[in-house]
């Protein structure tokens, strides 16, 4: 058996494969059972920048790790895109790009999908401008790469994020803009 020279893909070819192998990924996590955790009593904690920082209470407690992607949903709303800032097991900080509604400061129900972090891989792969040669040179890491557009420094008026909180708040939402 003869080695050959390794294929040549093109950027539009490795990007549907991606897109690709996602979406097949996506599918099989779907059908694992998402967690829905009942969230109460919540405060509006810091606005800037069309970025809402919110405080709720935890009817069972729960620790996700900052950063976890989650969709948040008020009874008789589509779901809101958001991310928890931190956790101490029964009192939850999470952020959204979206005001909640009354009802929603009363109650929600924050989903930890499996599949969101892929669906957001996914359409940043979508929606990527960059040349054939700057894609390679960063999958080599023989360049640095971005995290998304960065957004403007974070400050919430009152609430003052850890340099670990900023980093989730800018990810979880920066990106997805």
Do not use: C
């Amino acid at each position: 058996m003869s080695i050959g020279a390794p294929q040549q893909y093109t950027l539009a070819q490795m990007l549907s494969e991606m897109d690709s192998t996602l979406a097949d990924e996506i599918k099989k996590q779907s059908t694992k059972r998402t967690a829905d955790h009942v969230a109460v009593d919540g405060k509006l904690i810091a606005e800037e920048n069309g970025r809402y920082v919110y405080a709720f209470s935890l009817q069972d407690p729960w620790e996700p790790e900052d950063d976890t992607p989650v969709r948040v949903k008020i009874s008789g709303s589509p779901a809101i895109r958001g991310a928890i800032v931190t956790s101490t097991g029964t009192m939850i900080t999470i952020a959204t790009e979206s005001k909640l509604t009354a009802e929603g400061l009363r109650r929600v129900e924050l989903v930890d999908d499996a599949t969101e972090l892929l669906e957001r891989l996914r359409e940043a792969l979508k929606n990527n401008d960059e040349g054939p040669a700057q894609l390679g040179s960063k999958v080599s890491g023989l360049t640095g790469f971005s995290e998304g557009k960065r957004s403007p420094s974070v400050s919430f008026g009152k609430f003052r994020p850890d340099e670990a909180q900023k980093r989730a708040i800018e990810m979880a939402l920066g990106t997805s803009r």
